[in-house]
Structure formats: C-alpha cells, structure tokens
C-alpha cells in the first residue's frame, strides 16, 4: 500500500472533505490542513485496504457508507484533554460557585452540570472529584458529559486512563484516592465514575428538552465552527442555564458576543460567562 502525499488529495475531494465534515460536526477544516487529512485518515485507509484518500472520497460518494463516514469525522475531531485543565477555573467554582449554590439550594440540594463537549471524560470527571472533595457526596448531584465522537465516550466511560493520561493535571493525592492501578493504566473507582452519566449529542442540535444546569463546561471546541455556530450555540447554552448558571469556555475562545447573554465576569484567574 502506498501512503499518500498532499499532491495526493485531489482538489475536489479535498472541497467534498472539507463539506463532509462541516456538515456532520461544524468543524471547519481550512484550505491548508493536507497534513492533518492525512494522518487522522491513514489509519482509516488501513483499515480498508485502500490507497489513497481519493479511493476514500469514491467510496463515501457512491456507497454512502454510514459507518465509514462516521468514523472519518471522529477521527476529524480534535480530542485532546486533561485533568483540571484550566486550574483557575475549577477554583472559581470551588471558592465562588459552589459556596453560592450551597447557600441558595433547598432541601434536596439538587446541582446540575454540563461538560458538553466532554472528550475523553477527564474535564467530567474533574469536576465529580472536585465536588467530592468539597464534601458534596450526599447532594442530588447530576453531571452529564457529552460529545459527538462514540469512540471519545466510550474511553470516557470506562474512566481508564493511561499513566501518560494521569500524569496531566491529577493531583497524586487525587490519584491515589479515587483510582486504582490495573496493569499499567488506572482505573477510576466507580463512586466517581458513577457520577457521570454519557450521551452522544452534537452542539448544534436544538438544547430545548435539557434541563436547567447550574454550570456548563463548553471548552476548546468552539474553536472549531464559525461565527454563526457559535452564536447558535451560544444561544442555545444560555437557555439551559438558569438565570446565574455558569458557562466556561476554553480560556484562549474568543466569546463571540456572548455578552448578549452572558456577564463576563474575572473570578481569580479565571473568565466566568454569567448567564444574565
Ligand atoms: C479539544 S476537545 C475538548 C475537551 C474538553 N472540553 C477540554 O477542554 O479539555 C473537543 C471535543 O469536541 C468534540 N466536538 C467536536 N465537534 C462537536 C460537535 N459538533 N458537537 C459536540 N462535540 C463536538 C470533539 O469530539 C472533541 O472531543
């Protein structure tokens, strides 16, 4: 088998590509990312036993193949994530948000959380920990972490991590309590992983049937649409969140008028959109 080269993808499978993907997931794929095709579909070529990422395009054209399609725009995402990514932000939920919730909730204390495009799981599974830490255990809680890759929530729901992966932002004395070792990775103990509940959802589906959120977690994918599904998105994001609910977007996101919707408000070292 031969491996393909940038001259490889002709251009309009390159156009048909770049449109697949938009319309599956909203992910824009400039004009220059020949390289980034390449190796997320290589291993999709293997698989198949095809040449080039030309045969590929033939075969989503004409045979419509749905799983094939499916996996080409999974592995088009980008999935990278760690534990307590964005430290400031877990502090302001810790030191502001929480105390807050706690003072105004009622009787059964009820909080609802949304890592909405949860990845691998660890930004969920910071979050479950974190509220254990602060001795939430008895509380109502709801975390739900969702994502448009089935491959992504499945990882995310076996909370087996690799060392590499605990090694990113776990704190050892978190390591130590909530996982345990298995061979040479660790698996997350099911008081937190039972926390977490995992549904495949893409952003920019229609939002009005969840429930109203105390915080929403939409981080380091935003990046990835346009201006117009972001503001859609952003829209949406406020209506599941109650007035004063939280939304957290990657710390390096433009916010993209979010202030429509959203107080911007600087809690320690972190950018907290307060729904208004
Ligand atoms: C870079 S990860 C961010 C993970 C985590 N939020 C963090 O900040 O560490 C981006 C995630 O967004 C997901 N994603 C991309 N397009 C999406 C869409 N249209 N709907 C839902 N999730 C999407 C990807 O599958 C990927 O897992």
Request: charged share 25%; hydrophobic share 40%; with cysteine.
């Amino acid at each position: 088998m031969s491996s393909s080269s940038s001259a490889s993808i002709e251009w309009d499978n390159y156009r048909f590509l770049q449109k697949y993907v938009y319309s599956r997931a909203g992910i824009v794929l400039e004009d220059n990312k020949h390289y980034l095709f390449e190796s997320r579909l290589a291993p999709i070529l293997q698989r198949l036993g095809l040449d080039t990422i030309n045969d590929l395009c033939v075969l989503l054209r004409e045979s419509g193949e749905v799983e094939v399609g499916h996996r080409v725009v999974e592995a088009m995402t980008t999935n990278e994530t760690y534990f307590f990514r964005e430290p400031a932000q877990y502090e302001a939920i810790r030191t502001t948000l929480l105390p807050r919730l706690k003072e105004e909730s009622q009787y059964p204390k009820k909080l609802r959380f949304w890592s909405a495009a949860a990845s691998t799981g660890q930004e969920a599974y910071s979050l479950a920990m974190l509220l254990l830490e602060q001795g939430l255990a008895e509380w109502d809680l709801e975390i739900l972490g969702t994502d448009i890759s089935t491959h992504v929530l499945e990882r995310a729901r076996s909370g087996r991590y690799q060392q590499i992966e605990v090694n990113r932002g776990l704190p050892a004395p978190l390591l130590r309590k909530y996982f345990t070792s298995s061979g040479l990775d660790w698996q997350l103990k099911d008081e937190v992983r039972r926390m977490v509940r995992y549904e495949a959802v893409d952003l920019r589906e229609s939002m009005r049937s969840r429930r109203p959120f105390d915080l929403v977690f939409c981080r380091n994918v935003m990046i990835y649409f346009d201006a117009e599904t972001k503001t859609k998105i952003l829209r949406e994001l406020r209506g599941v969140l109650g007035q004063g609910g939280w939304l957290l977007l990657g710390g390096s996101e433009p916010a993209f008028g979010a202030e429509e919707w959203f107080e911007r408000q600087f809690i320690g070292g972190a950018t907290v959109f307060i729904a208004r």
